[in-house]
């Protein structure tokens, strides 16, 4: 954690995410989202840019620093840093990178702040910084306190810690559309980013990791058969995790036993 005004490690990875993009001499705007209000002034310091809570002043002030930000363009004005209470109701078309330091406990409020960028159309990147160990130890501790909670009967309170999906949007391991389509549409079928979609990390490492592997000849390529193949493979892997982590998620129902079902043609 940051202390006496130095930035947490995650802090400043974050800082640098910004900084590398103005290096590009971007036009556009960019949104860095902090936990808490401290490391939201700690961030902004270091930025030089102008920060976003519930105590910058009155309604007023408020108004007046988003309409300075929406004129701003890349290192002139276009950064922010700020809380969740940049929020809905709040229309800038033209951010191109949003950046969580620290990732929501609830999926539906990352994808409403990261959906902040490229509103107009035009290309945006979301960037989550995480400290694994950070995240590991809030979430055993997490789980230590529902347990306590459930003691008590305080069931409701004890479910307000990080939901499954996000924390395996966090993990990694599956394509980030396949998360974020399940939660937000309800959508079930997808194997990874399709065709006309801007490809997520997770698929394009994939598709990296598929078309330069070696094959077995100490050729580094693969031909486009090869690469075919390969890459519907390595779909139906995708897809194959998804139904686990689905099945693992449902229990021994009637849904659960259905998933298990497919788990086995797949497996097959």
């Given at each position: ?19 590398d ?11 860095v ?30 108004a ?23 929020g809905?109701?709040i229309?800038?078309p ?5 950046v ?45 306190e ?57 698929c ?65």
């Open positions: 954690k940051g202390e006496d005004g130095e930035l947490s490690a995650v802090e400043e990875r974050g800082c640098q995410e910004v900084r993009w103005l290096r590009q001499k971007p036009r556009g705007k960019a949104v989202y902090g936990s808490t209000i401290e490391g939201v002034e700690r961030m902004a310091e270091a930025l030089g840019c102008a920060t976003f809570h519930s105590s910058v002043g009155s309604t007023g002030d408020k007046s620093r988003l309409e300075a930000w929406r004129r701003g363009e890349g290192a002139e004005g276009g950064v922010i840093v700020a809380t969740n209470a940049l809905l109701g229309d800038v033209d951010v191109r990178l949003v969580h330091t620290g990732m929501p406990r609830r999926l539906r409020d990352f994808v409403q702040e990261s959906g902040r960028a490229g509103r107009d159309g035009q290309p945006g990147r979301s960037v989550v910084v995480c400290s694994r160990v950070a995240e590991e130890e809030e979430e055993e501790g997490k789980e230590k529902a347990e306590e909670l459930e003691k008590v009967g305080r069931a409701a309170e004890a479910r307000r810690g990080r939901e499954v999906s996000t924390r395996t949007y966090i993990k990694g391991e599956i394509c980030r559309r396949i998360v974020l389509d399940e939660v937000m549409d309800g959508r079930t079928d997808r194997s990874g980013c399709e065709e006309g979609e801007e490809a997520c990390d997770i394009q490492q994939r598709a990296s990791e598929v078309m330069w592997a070696d094959d077995g000849d100490g050729h580094g390529a693969r031909d486009d058969e090869e690469i075919r193949a390969a890459f519907e493979t390595s779909q139906q892997a995708g897809q194959f995790r998804q139904w686990q982590a689905r099945a693992e998620r449902s229990g021994l129902g009637e849904e659960g036993e259905s998933f298990k079902q497919q788990l086995a043609r797949w497996a097959g």
